[in-house]
């Protein structure tokens, strides 16, 4: 029997909405994937929503709700004393420590390269 992957979905891709509605229908039954976050990638996508996409600040916990009902299982605690043995970049390290937590095999999120 295998099992379906276990993956974190990253703070940029939650705050982008078309990507996140895609991938949050993907996780539905039948899943193809059980998606993975934390108390701060939420905290980093409500900020992102609010300051920078100009979402009204009564619509983000909303979603906060919406996504506590329907994917209970998606939150990971307990990831804080990983952060420092993390060597990727240091503002995206609690996303990593969030994924060895969850034992999440994927993180998905986006690359933005300016040239």
């Not at 939650?14 to 990638?41: G, Q, V």
């Not at 992102?48 to 996504?67: F, Q, Y």
Request: aromatic fraction near 6%; charge should be negative.
């Amino acid at each position: 029997m295998t099992s379906i992957p276990l993956v974190v979905l990253d703070a940029c891709v939650l705050a982008n909405f078309s990507l996140c509605d895609t991938l949050l229908r993907l996780a539905e039954p039948p899943r193809l994937y059980e998606p993975k976050w934390s108390e701060e990638i939420i905290r980093e996508t409500t900020r992102t929503l609010e300051l920078k996409l100009g979402w009204p600040s009564s619509l983000t916990p909303h979603l906060e709700a919406e996504l506590r009902a329907h994917f209970s299982d998606a939150w990971i605690s307990g990831y804080e004393s990983l952060i420092s043995r993390m060597t990727n970049d240091e503002k995206d390290r609690h996303v990593a420590a969030a994924a060895v937590q969850g034992q999440a095999e994927i993180i998905v999120t986006l690359k933005h390269i300016v040239t």
